[in-house]
């Protein structure tokens, strides 16, 4: 069984940082799983932040945060990071991983959506202070 602990989150003023993780255990990353970021605001749809493929590494991210937010994993540790820069307040939400075996959920150009993802963790949160 998949298991994903997300940490990290935290209250940060605007123009701040702050760096995810996502500790994954039951997978190994060799085995090429799609590793995806997710978000969502209070009163607003969830949304796709990033997606790392573990096998190769490539990451895509949407051009919302795209040049603020890096995603990055450590093999031996099992784990993917967010780390988000240059933060607004309008990043404020609960952040969530997510991960699938099929890996083409992150490839190519293609970033599968939320609801087609096996197992997530319990999300982390996120609030910038303006």
């Known amino acids: 069984e998949v298991r994903l602990v997300e940490s990290g989150g935290g209250l940060v003023q605007a123009g701040g940082s702050l760096r995810l993780s996502c500790a994954a255990s039951?997978?190994?990353?060799?085995?090429?799983?799609?590793i995806a970021w997710f978000r969502q605001a209070p009163g607003k749809e969830r949304e796709g932040v990033g997606c790392i493929h573990s096998g190769n590494r490539d990451t895509i991210i949407v051009d919302s945060v795209k040049g603020r937010f890096t995603i990055s994993s450590d093999i031996a540790k099992s784990t993917v990071y967010l780390q988000m820069n240059s933060l607004k307040p309008e990043d404020t939400a609960t952040y969530y991983c997510a991960a699938d075996k099929r890996w083409g959920f992150c490839s190519g150009g293609y970033y599968a959506p939320g609801s087609d993802f096996d197992s997530w963790g319990q999300g982390t949160q996120v609030t910038v202070s303006s």
């Open positions: 039951g997978l190994t990353f060799y085995d090429e799983y799609a």
